[in-house]
């Protein structure tokens, strides 16, 4: 158990009392700036505007969901020896409240030991809807939020993250406007998925939503619920449906075996690689797969 007691002794106490007898302050290692990331879409982010001046870390484990991700002991080490932590926001990493307590509580912050950047800051948000990244264009405000942090804490290497971010951005702009070009020749645009996490993308890109199964993460569909996206599959008459690399759904074989519907899979990108290409990548193959399906 994770007491934010024992947070404070790891970030506050032992840097204190490093300058006589305990380790170096681990926030740095090599001079170099320590920055820990939550999700994987955060860590391409984070590693491409740092490039080699920062090193990079993300805290939940390649294929793990962050939804209902609890805290290990060893991610209090972690972020206890980490100067910046990247989080999406959007309450998508709620549990880490039990690790800090209130930010104005947090002895870590009024010691500015810690520093935690909200990349969400300036997203125009769906309701409380956490799934931000998968939009590029939400990427690219993502991206400035995680470049003013690095030139505020590190400005010795300012003029690396603003030249890397701006590369960077230039990128995901390009992918932006592949997305938007190739989408408006498509022949349908009417979507349903298993997961709640394309509400930005689609409505960014002009594709419908007709329908998502599971409305809340980690809660089951209710059976009027099914019933009614039975309904509209009928209605709108949809022949694709949509899940995830990771995960079987049941209802979904069930559905597309009932409804003769085709099944395709497509990444909600809350669990992939740590790289600096993962995040391109990604939305590149999901580009493929929607395209496979609706033209
Ligand atoms: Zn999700």
Known sequence: MITLRKLIFLALICP??????????????????????????????????????????????????????????????????????????????????????????????????????????GVELIGNDPHIWLSPRNAIMQVKNIRDALVKVDPDNSETYTKNSSEYIQRLGNLDKEIRNEIRTWKQNRIVTYHPAF?????????????????????????????????????????????????????????????????????TLETGLFSKEWYEDSIRSNLQVLKKALN
């Open 16 to 121: 204190v009392i490093s300058l006589h007898a305990c380790r170096q302050p681990v926030t740095q290692t090599g001079g170099k700036l320590r920055i820990l990331t939550t999700i994987a879409p955060l860590y391409s982010f984070a590693k491409n505007v740092a490039g080699d001046e920062a090193i990079v870390d993300n805290l939940i484990p390649s294929g793990v969901g962050p939804h209902e991700y609890s805290l290990s002991p060893g991610d209090a080490r972690k972020v206890s020896e980490t100067r910046i932590l990247i989080i999406n926001g959007v309450k998508l990493e709620a549990w880490l409240n039990k690790l800090q307590g209130p930010a104005s509580e947090s002895p870590t912050n009024d010691n500015k030991k810690l520093i935690i950047v909200d990349t969400s800051a």
């Open 199 to 267: 509400k930005y993308f689609a409505g960014e890109y002009g594709l419908e939503l007709a329908v998502v199964i599971q409305e809340t993460p980690e809660i089951e569909p209710s059976p009027k619920h099914i019933a009614h996206v039975i309904e509209t599959i009928k209605s709108k008459g949809i022949r694709a449906i949509f899940t995830e690399p990771q995960f079987s759904h049941k209802i979904v074989t069930s559905l597309a075996g009932d409804l003769n519907l085709q099944v395709y899979s497509l990444d």
